[in-house]
């Protein structure tokens, strides 16, 4: 199987974006995937969270603006299969920067596409700022598809109804003509609040399949991780958070286990190209030598 890439985007900060991809990423490489985390933020939360230092000049910057290899810029995070391309506050200039050079909305594509087909990993995992500018832009345009990190809140589902819109538009555009929902995950659920199971509902009736059947829990142990640089698994691997990110990188996986057999599927289907038979002249005897 291929590489395969996913953007996590909400323009919605604090909706639990980055510590799902943290989390998700850890149970990943746990289980045995080789997983690359892209931090996309210049907030930098992906790298701090995964127990890294926030370093002058370690960030994609370079790559959009420059053509600096992301190869070179490659951290190994300490946790098995699990490796980080991290970020610092100065990629937000590129914001300004970026729009200007020539293909502005592809440079991430450019860049991130010797990874992915060096095939070195299963999964890279793209966190995304809570915005639309043009770093998450790039984002969506250089993935396979996104995952969209949902908050158990009314306002969440306002949000999410803007996101589908840029989606849809990229498609439709040619800018990322097979970009597709990889699916919802329902993140900071509480239990006890009607209004959390309302929105949960809501979102299924609206999206089916595309939403995750794991739901993810507010809990304090998710909201402490960040600050020791563990992912949840490896700061209490018997919390409630661990326990639902477990169930998660399951289910994902069971997702890409169903996507590639249907793709083997589909190309085993598809007729065969059969090549035009090449006409061939017939051959013209020489002229008889004898004939007067």
């Known amino acids: 199987m291929p590489t395969q890439s996913f953007a996590f985007a909400n323009q919605k900060g604090g909706v639990g974006k980055t510590t799902t991809v943290v989390s998700l990423a850890a149970c990943l490489a746990d289980a045995g995937k080789r997983v690359l985390v892209v931090d996309f933020d210049p907030q930098a939360n992906a790298t701090s969270g995964l127990g890294q230092e926030k370093l002058e000049g370690h960030s994609v910057y370079d790559a959009l603006l420059n053509g600096q290899p992301l190869t070179a810029l490659v951290r190994q995070t300490g946790f098995p299969n699990l490796d980080l391309i991290p970020s610092e506050e100065d990629l937000a200039a590129a914001e300004v920067d970026v729009p200007r050079a020539e293909r502005f909305l592809e440079r ?3 860049a991130i596409e010797p990874i992915k087909a060096s095939g070195v990993y299963d999964f890279i995992f793209v966190d995304c700022p809570p915005s639309l500018g043009i770093l998450t832009m790039n984002a969506l345009v250089g ?7 949902l908050q158990c809140e ?3 589902l306002e949000g999410l109804t803007v996101i589908l ?4 538009h990229l498609r439709s555009s040619g800018a990322n003509p097979a970009l597709d929902v990889e699916g919802i995950v329902m993140t900071m659920f509480d239990s006890r609040t009607n209004l959390a199971h309302q929105v949960v509902e809501e979102v ?3 999206f089916a399949d595309k939403v995750f059947k794991t739901v993810i829990p507010r809990t304090v142990r998710l909201s402490e991780a960040p600050s020791f640089g ?3 698994i490896h700061y209490d691997k018997h919390s409630a958070g661990a326990t639902a990110y477990t169930a998660l990188a399951k289910e994902f996986l069971k ?8 793709a083997t599927a589909a190309a085993a289907a598809a007729p065969a190209v059969v090549e035009p038979a090449t006409a061939i002249a017939p ?3 020489p002229p008889d030598s004898t004939a007067v």
């Open 108 to 110: 991430f594509k450019m």
């Open 143 to 149: 993935v396979d598809r996104i995952c969209i990190a």
């Open 154 to 156: 009314y306002y969440a």
């Open 165 to 168: 819109r840029v989606v849809e």
């Open 204 to 206: 299924r009736k609206h």
């Open 230 to 232: 563990k992912p949840i």
């Open 255 to 262: 997702r890409q286990e169903a996507a590639e057999k249907l």
């Open 283 to 285: 051959a013209v005897p």
